[in-house]
């Protein structure tokens, strides 16, 4: 790919050790602007538009959510989402490398960030807010330690001006006086803890807003969540199997 080269001169070591684990520790979150530079967000922008314009993503659905809970979860999250790995998928290979210098930058925090043991992620969520006024209520990304411990959102959206599209990512920072207000500009990645630390908003969307986004796990707490689901659904295995 023509835009490699220019991901490949940045200094992604110095970024994570000297600017985003600071951040982390201290204030909960970061932003980084100009991540890839404009060729290389270009490719991304267009495969995410791409996306959008075949009809692959869908309504966004809350976790634990039934159909007939459609409305109420409008209500809550007004965006259209598919799932990328990253891996395998042709036509995303712009996608791909996105995820490939994230994982870099993360794989350089991850031992730095305390007891936090951070190995794997999660697929990466393609998102689009329609510009109807949608928007996600205040919510947190992780309330219930099912192993997400560091959300990373990259923002696709050109010539973007807060007073007018709105789409501002609002953090509420846990014990702190004030709220941070993140505009989603194109080619910026947000880094935040996915806890209770982090309480954040999606405000309204006036304008066709984009973002990818991905999630990190804490080995340990990701573990422990899928015992503690395996143990919830063994009793009703064990009973459609003995009722057959």
């Given at each position: 790919?023509?835009?490699?080269?220019?991901?490949?001169?940045?200094?992604?070591?110095?970024?994570?050790?000297?600017?985003?684990?600071?951040?982390?520790?201290?204030?909960?979150?970061?932003?980084?602007?100009?991540?890839l530079?404009?060729?290389?967000?270009?490719?991304?922008?267009?495969?995410?538009?791409?996306?959008?314009?075949?009809?692959?993503?869908?309504?966004?659905?809350?976790?634990?959510s039934?159909?007939?809970?459609?409305?109420?979860?409008?209500?809550?999250?007004?965006?259209?989402?598919?799932?990328?790995?990253?891996?395998?998928?042709?036509?995303?290979?712009?996608?791909?490398?996105?995820?490939h210098?994230?994982?870099?930058?993360?794989?350089?925090?991850?031992?730095?960030?305390?007891?936090?043991?951070?190995?794997?992620?999660?697929?990466?969520?393609?998102?689009?807010?329609?510009?109807?006024?949608?928007?996600?209520v205040?919510?947190?990304?992780?309330?219930?330690?099912?192993?997400?411990c560091?959300?990373?959102?990259?923002?696709?959206?050109?010539?973007?001006?807060?007073?007018?599209?709105?789409?501002?990512?609002?953090?509420?920072?846990?014990?702190?006086?004030?709220?941070?207000?993140?505009?989603?500009?194109?080619?910026?990645?947000?880094?935040?803890?996915?806890?209770?630390?982090?309480?954040?908003?999606?405000?309204?969307?006036?304008?066709?807003?984009y973002?990818?986004?991905?999630?990190?796990?804490?080995?340990?707490?990701?573990?422990?969540?899928?015992?503690?689901?395996?143990?919830?659904?063994?009793?009703?295995?064990?009973?459609?199997?003995?009722?057959?």
């Amino acid at each position: 790919m023509p835009f490699i080269e220019h991901v490949s001169d940045l200094d992604l070591e110095r970024l994570a050790l000297e600017r985003v684990v600071p951040a982390l520790l201290v204030h909960g979150f970061y932003y980084v602007d100009g991540l890839l530079g404009e060729p290389a967000g270009d490719s991304v922008l267009e495969q995410v538009m791409e996306m959008h314009r075949s009809g692959a993503l869908q309504d966004g659905r809350l976790a634990g959510s039934v159909p007939g809970g459609v409305h109420r979860s409008r209500s809550i999250r007004g965006d259209q989402i598919a799932w990328v790995s990253g891996s395998e998928d042709r036509g995303r290979e712009a996608v791909s490398f996105l995820l490939h210098v994230i994982d870099q930058i993360i794989g350089v925090c991850a031992s730095r960030l305390g007891s936090k043991k951070i190995r794997e992620r999660s697929k990466a969520m393609v998102a689009c807010y329609p510009g109807n006024g949608a928007g996600y209520v205040k919510h947190v990304d992780n309330p219930n330690c099912d192993g997400r411990c560091i959300t990373c959102i990259y923002y696709l959206n050109k010539n973007w001006s807060a007073e007018e599209h709105g789409g501002v990512l609002r953090i509420f920072p846990e014990g702190k006086s004030y709220v941070a207000d993140i505009k989603p500009l194109f080619d910026r990645l947000l880094f935040f803890w996915s806890d209770r630390r982090n309480p954040h908003e999606v405000q309204p969307s006036y304008a066709t807003r984009y973002a990818i986004t991905v999630w990190y796990f804490d080995s340990e707490e990701r573990a422990e969540a899928k015992r503690r689901f395996r143990d919830l659904t063994a009793p009703g295995l064990q009973h459609s199997s003995s009722s057959r």
